[in-house]
């Protein structure tokens, strides 16, 4: 049963699983789901709660997941594809009328989580006061997009850089790194 039970998708899992409590109490049903976001969502990075980057696989030795909701918030976070994208939406709610010297971090969380459709627990405090800090020198330099370069990443949010762009077609190719 848990061969065929591996090769179904998300939704016909979830489904199985509304059906019966046998499924769910399953030894093996934690680790189906496990199976099932390591190939859904590979190598790639998502938001998940309190403001963090993280691969679905991350937390594999956290004793304790429930690899079913970790894979439903995966699945939530796709509107915020990347720390660049979470960065413009904190610019974007902060110049749509918030002034930055009153605002309220409970309500730049919810806009926040408005904009970017995710649920109120995916942004700690923390976290987004930090897009702020990122979001009013944005500002100072004219909203230009272009963050200065910072001494230290911050410390909720995990800043991987996204790969390079393509160079043009026909531009010369860099030469492959030593």
């Not at 309500?107 to 926040?112: A, H, I, P, S, T």
């Not at 200065?148 to 911050?154: L, N």
Request: hydrophobic share 40%.
């Amino acid at each position: 049963a848990v061969a065929t039970l591996s090769m179904l998708d998300a939704v016909s899992l979830a489904r199985l699983g509304r059906t019966s409590r046998h499924w769910r109490g399953m030894p093996q049903w934690s680790e189906i789901w496990f199976l099932l976001g390591v190939r859904d969502f590979g190598k790639q990075r998502r938001l998940v709660p309190p403001g963090r980057f993280e691969r679905f696989d991350e937390a594999m030795l956290v004793a304790d997941v429930d690899w079913r909701l970790r894979y439903l918030r995966f699945i939530a976070a796709a509107h915020c594809p990347s720390i660049e994208a979470l960065r413009l939406a904190a610019v974007r709610v902060a110049q749509s009328s918030l002034d930055l010297e009153t605002f309220d971090v409970e309500e730049v969380r919810r806009r926040l989580a408005n904009e970017l459709q995710l649920g109120q627990d995916f942004l700690s405090l923390e976290c987004v006061e930090q897009l702020l800090e990122d979001a009013s020198t944005m500002r100072v330099l004219g909203g230009r997009g272009v963050m200065p370069e910072t001494p230290e990443p911050p410390r909720t949010i995990d800043a991987h850089p996204p790969p390079p762009p393509p160079a043009p077609v026909g531009a010369p190719r860099p030469p492959p790194p030593a």
